[in-house]
């Protein structure tokens, strides 16, 4: 269950449900997107057994030696296939790296899109090989998730329903493994280390599978932290950079981060699993006109995805 602040909603009703489910569905998607940036979704049609599997594997690959995860490790593609290791990626505005390691799968195109160019392969775990069966049948689930969320978020907004489909069809999605790492002596550690500084999400939309354990905090507007409890099997969803750019602020881009264990639990790991849904590199993020008058000003210069990523991808330190 979450605190009220975020709403937990049906999916289904969405998908399956009659045309005022749909348009409420939508309503109440669009408030709180409006209001705290961040919902959690029941009925997202991923089963518990496709959950409980892509945990195993991420697991596993966490597990596997040093030295098998570092030929998975391409800083040439700047994190953005196969495995990254601790210490490489740093919050915005943040001294110390996040104290965390991580495996990132992107898109697959098979339709013969001319985009395919664009996207490096993903990188094949010979050691693991369900995963990568596993990590495919996942992206593309919360990929289907992920259009439906944006076209009831077109509807709140007035614009067409699949005013985002073209973008996001083949778009420059990305599917993160995350392991938080058993902290074996804290007292070493940079005071300012955490698991994942305060941040804002780069991309159109977040879908975050299940955390393991406790530690994810959103950053309210009377400037708390509010620690996000959601049910293991819920998925938690999040407003990225991109839509608040393209919506002028109306939909937020909430600041959130993932706060070490208490002592006693230091020694834990914790496991996360976002999907960063992308649009392809060409979609102009321009900000709507219909969000933009006199109480709200024009706040972004204009900018596509790819060169908006790029200059993000700089900013957190993954590409040089
Ligand atoms: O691990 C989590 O619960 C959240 C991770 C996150 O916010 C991110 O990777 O952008
Ligand atoms: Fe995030």
């Known amino acids: 269950m979450s605190a009220p602040y975020i709403p937990c909603l049906d999916l289904g009703s969405y998908v399956n449900g009659s045309e005022e489910d749909r348009k409420k569905f939508s309503d109440e998607l669009g408030r709180a997107f409006n209001d705290s940036g961040f919902v959690t979704i029941t009925n997202h049609g991923l089963s518990q057994e496709l959950i409980d599997q892509l945990y195993e594997n991420i697991q596993a690959v966490f597990a596997l030696p040093m030295e098998i995860k570092q030929k998975y490790e391409k800083p040439e593609l700047a994190g953005q296939r196969g495995y990254t290791s601790p210490g490489k990626e740093?919050?915005?505005?943040?001294?110390?790296?996040d104290l965390k390691e991580f495996w990132q799968i992107g898109q697959e195109v098979t339709d013969g899109d001319p985009v395919k160019s664009e996207y490096p392969d993903n990188e094949v775990l010979e050691e693991l090989p369900d995963f990568n069966k596993v990590t495919r049948a996942v992206y593309t689930k919360l990929e289907e998730n992920g259009i439906e969320l944006l076209r009831a978020i077109a509807?709140?907004?007035?614009?067409p329903i699949n005013y985002f489909d073209a973008h996001v069809h083949n778009g420059n999605s990305i599917?993160?493994?995350?392991?938080?790492?058993p902290i074996e002596d804290p007292d070493s550690l940079p005071a300012d280390?955490?698991?994942a500084g305060a941040h804002e999400d780069i991309n159109l939309i977040t879908l975050l599978i299940g955390a393991s354990a406790d530690g994810l905090e959103v950053l309210?507007?009377?400037?708390e932290w509010l620690p996000i409890k959601a049910h293991h099997t819920d998925i938690v969803v999040n407003v990225g950079d991109m839509v608040q750019r393209l919506?002028?602020?109306k939909l937020k881009s909430t600041t959130h981060r993932v706060v070490n264990?208490?002592?006693e639990l230091m020694k834990t790991s914790r496991f996360s699993v976002p999907f960063f849904l992308h649009p392809k590199s060409n979609m102009d993020l321009t900000s709507l006109e219909s969000c933009i008058d006199g109480l709200h000003p024009k706040l972004y210069e204009d900018m596509t995805a790819g060169q908006y990523l790029d200059?993000?991808?700089?900013e957190i330190g993954l590409k040089k």
């Open 90 to 97: 740093t919050a915005k505005g943040a001294k110390t790296p």
């Open 155 to 159: 509807t709140y907004l007035g614009l």
């Open 175 to 181: 599917l993160r493994g995350i392991h938080y790492f």
């Open 193 to 195: 280390a955490v698991r």
């Open 220 to 223: 309210t507007m009377g400037n």
């Open 247 to 249: 919506t002028n602020n």
């Open 261 to 263: 264990p208490p002592r």
């Open 311 to 314: 200059e993000r991808l700089r």
